[in-house]
């Protein structure tokens, strides 16, 4: 039988999602959970499969992963959960066709980014509805040598709003290149800041006439937001792994605030000359 599940990580500690050797990674801890749990027998017959892949350092509140299971009523979230570190959970399951691919199949992906700063936002949003739409976002991408393809990509949704000290980017597409959205993040910071006029986004889209290298946002700040599929697979929604995750990261977020708060102190304010 093949499950797909919904899993969440906190990316600080991780070199990204893809399993790689020697290395902490989100694939990684999930296949020597499933195998501890009993619910895989080895990796290879699992066939894991993801969504898509997280860089180093990002963040997800709802990637998809699939595998094949030996014992279904073990490939659940909460009994994974108890084999797994705090940082990656599983929140919710679903039985899928054997030809279920999580990254193929998908028809759109949600990310969202979150930063902190002094921006223009209505600069911002003025540059965020030329990005929208079909454009070649080859200066918005890192190159791949290896697996040269097109740059063209269609966004479907980029929103900006602005919080308590924070703004969040949310932007949502069929598929994306590699740290398309990171750099288009730089993009609208650089406009927002006044470091860049708003037309010059045309410029950026207009890769074929102009190239400028431009670095990627942190990796702090990206989350893996959520992905939809046509069918969408009957999910199951675990309460039990829910409830304990939102205990956790309640506590992790009032404890963050105190954190912050507590840096704030450690600024020192020059005096200005009289």
Do not use: C
Not at 202 to 208: F, S, V
Not at 267 to 274: A, L, Q, S, V, W
Request: zero cysteines; charged letters at 30%; hydrophobic letters at 40%.
């Amino acid at each position: 039988m093949k499950i797909a599940l919904k899993i969440g990580y906190e990316g600080t500690a991780f070199f990204g999602s893809q399993i790689q050797p020697e290395l902490r990674t989100v694939e990684g801890e999930l296949l020597k959970a499933l195998k501890e749990a009993g619910a895989i027998e080895d990796v290879e017959s699992a066939d894991l499969s993801s969504a898509g892949r997280t860089d180093t350092g990002v963040h997800a509140f709802s990637q998809i992963v699939s595998f094949y299971t030996v014992n279904p009523g073990l490939a659940i979230p909460r009994v994974i959960n108890s084999k797994l570190p705090r940082d990656v959970w599983a929140w919710a399951y679903a039985e899928v066709p054997d030809d279920f691919d999580p990254r193929r199949h998908a028809v759109r992906r949600k990310y969202r980014y979150i930063l902190s700063g002094d921006y223009d936002i209505s600069k911002m949003r003025e540059a965020a509805k030329l990005i929208l739409g079909e454009h070649d976002f080859a200066n918005f991408a890192k190159k791949d040598k290896k697996n040269p393809r097109s740059t063209v990509r269609r966004i479907e949704k980029l929103d900006i709003r602005v919080g308590t000290g924070i703004i969040r980017v949310d932007i949502e597409a069929n598929a994306y290149l590699w740290n398309m959205i990171r750099k288009i993040v730089t993009a609208l910071t650089l406009v927002g800041s006044g470091l860049r006029p708003v037309d010059w986004i045309e410029q950026m889209l207009d890769a074929d006439n102009y190239e400028e290298g431009i670095e990627p946002a942190p990796a702090v700040g990206l989350v893996f937001m959520d992905i939809w599929y046509d069918p969408e697979p009957e999910w199951i929604m675990d309460g039990y792994a829910v409830r304990h995750v939102n205990e956790h990261y309640t506590k992790e977020a009032e404890r963050h605030k105190v954190i912050s708060t507590v840096m704030e102190q450690f600024i020192i304010h020059e005096k200005k000359p009289e």
